[in-house]
């Protein structure tokens, strides 16, 4: 990338922030002695469990609907798929900015986030097993409904993500590698198109869930790879059909993409309670159970984590107190 086009990159995300910073303060991070002392590394975390809905998403609805609503006065509303964080960032913009939102999700969500979702003031539809049959039934509805669709990986999206990555390189300085959640890729992107952007050199690392290895698959071969199931504890990683536009960027930016399984997750949502007393949901502690899995490769460096999201449901989070008891 030349010069003239990062400096493009950096202006339009500098404007790009400006838009979030309109509803929102940026997000913390920082250096947790425990964490550091546990990994052998000088951690520092990024807490986008702090924003308006306790996750980074957030900054993407705000951009996306700012957008929409300035480019089309007359619009009716917008729908999208979600397992949850997402459809809380348009639920939230939506009503920051005067538009309506209905956000579809699979069977079996987790009813917090559900609850979530409607107390922001979206309507509520449930339908399908998984996120992808919630995703092929919300463009069919968007059609009958005259409802804008918005997609698990767009522009505006990522632009908006990508704010958060501005703003951790800023507070953290440069670090060698920086551990990321994989879900449908606007949060690794974001890095990615930051880090570039930069001119830094810093490794980033995707991780995903060995029962959602979409990501992995595709980053070993070099293209896109579904799968027919993701079953994770990890709801927001949970991804079986990969964005083509997400892969083709962490392909050529990523460092690699990692595994974790679930029972190392869990150990990891509980080291972020003992360690910080921060509530991490499960996609959010997949970059620190990468961090544990690779310690010995990143001992004595600087190291960051995207804690990116703090949505985890009572259920859940009591079999995490139960795994740190056994």
Same mark, same amino acid.
């Given at each position: ?13 500098e ?22 002392? /546990? ?17 980074? =998403? ?12 300035? *480019?089309q ?9 979600? /397992? ?34 409607? %107390? ?17 039934? *919300?463009?069919? !509805? ?5 409802l ?16 958060? %990555? ?7 300085g440069?670090?060698? %590698? ?12 974001? !890095? ?18 060995e ?23 990890a709801?927001?990683?949970a991804? /079986?059909v ?35 007393h ?6 959010a ?16 460096? =600087? ?10 449901? /009572? ?12």
């Open positions: 990338m030349d010069d003239g086009m990062l400096n493009a990159t950096i202006i339009e995300l404007a790009t922030r400006e838009i979030v910073y309109r509803h929102m303060r940026p997000t913390p991070a920082f250096t947790w002695p425990l964490l550091s002392q /546990r990994t052998g590394c000088n951690v520092w975390v990024k807490h986008e469990n702090h924003t308006p809905v306790g996750a980074f =998403k957030v900054r993407g609805g705000l951009v996306y609907l700012s957008g929409l609503k300035a *480019t006065p007359d619009l009716k509303g917008v729908i999208s798929a979600t /397992r949850g964080n997402h459809g809380q960032s348009l639920a939230y913009a939506a009503g920051k900015l005067g538009l309506t939102a209905v956000i579809v999700v699979p069977e079996g969500n987790s009813p917090d986030k559900n609850e979530a979702i409607k %107390a922001l003031g979206a309507e509520l539809i449930i339908h399908g097993a998984d996120f992808q049959e919630a995703l092929e039934f *919300t463009q069919h !509805l968007a059609e009958e409904r005259d804008f669709m918005i997609g698990p990986f767009e522009k505006p999206l990522l632009r908006g993500v990508a704010t958060y %990555a501005l703003e951790f390189f800023e507070q953290a440069n670090l060698d %590698a920086v551990y990321v959640p994989i879900g449908m890729g606007s949060g690794i992107c974001g !890095l990615i198109t930051v880090r570039d952007a930069l001119g830094l050199k810093t490794e980033i690392i995707g991780v995903v869930a029962g959602a290895p979409a990501y992995a698959l595709s980053f070993e071969k070099g293209e896109v790879v579904s799968t027919n199931t993701a079953d994770t504890i709801d927001g990683v991804c /079986r990969p964005s083509p536009e997400a892969f083709e960027i962490i392909k050529n930016g990523a460092a690699r993409v990692i595994r974790v399984s679930d029972d190392e997750i869990m150990g990891a949502m509980g080291i972020y309670f003992t360690d910080t921060n509530l991490a949901e499960g996609a502690a997949t970059p620190l159970a990468g961090l544990m899995k690779e310690k010995d490769l990143q001992a004595g460096r =600087k190291v960051g984590l995207i804690l990116s999201g703090g949505n985890a449901d /009572r259920d859940t989070f009591t079999r995490v107190m139960e795994h740190l008891g056994a």
